[in-house]
């Protein structure tokens, strides 16, 4: 096995892995290690049925019940797809990821990865974009710093500021998924002990205490310097990539600049992270 990073920051490789075979525990210990430290872990070449990428992330953490039901694949519905191929009820197109966001922050307990496997890509375009709000913490004003550190974010499904709609959840799902938590904007990593800042501008609705008038700019600015390109990993898919990515201090989006004629099909996990200090 080799590790080859991908970025100065974010991203690193994994060479020499079958993922449909059983990994020894060095080379496990070492992605996870890669893992938090990379924030973004890359396998080519894998090939998975459902059941067996499920298998494949169970080293790595035990799976979180994804919201939305709908995109469960009915055979493993633990996996669930993302794809270009939905509609809205009213026949809009659904791209899936667009937009800054980190996944399921509106969980009490969100998501700590999120894993997808490449089935069906365009030709080109529909990379993902990866933000690394751990250097963009650490690069923040000394003044922004203290401003956000006791600040608490509002987290909910549909943030009503958010400029991508999400598709609606059915009514068994909106009784399990909560109506708001409450996340901190610096959130530290609780496994590498590592500051950054934690936003969402799909989920966020507003700052504890702080009206939107002072709430939305500061969101914004964090938004702005967080995602600048610097901070950033682009990921160009491959067919049969699997990307594991850490939602706790990461911002990521998906791009919909491809031929939508094309489809873009790909299964997705996710792995149950803890409540964000
Ligand atoms: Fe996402």
Known sequence: MEIRLLSPLTGAEVLGIDLTRPVVPEHRQAMCLAFVERSVLVFRDQALTPH????????FGTVFPQHNTKFALSDCPQI???????RFPDGRRYIPGDGWHTDHSNAARPPKATVLHAVSLPDKG???QYANMAAAYDALPAATKERIAPLMGIHVYQSSHSGRKLMALNDTDKERVPNA???????TH???????????????EGILGLDHKEALPLLGELLEHGTAECFQ??????????VMWDNRCLLHKANGDYDMSQVRYLYRVMLQGDVPQ
């Open 52 to 59: 067996q990428m499920l298998d494949a992330v169970s080293m």
């Open 233 to 242: 990993y682009r990921h160009v898919w491959k067919r049969g990539d699997l």
């Open 126 to 128: 529909g990379d993902t």
């Open 181 to 187: 938590v409450l996340h901190p904007l610096l959130r």
């Open 80 to 86: 669930h797809y993302v794809s270009n191929q939905d």
């Open 190 to 204: 609780p496994e590498s002990g590592v500051k950054s800042i934690y936003i969402n501008p799909i989920r966020i």
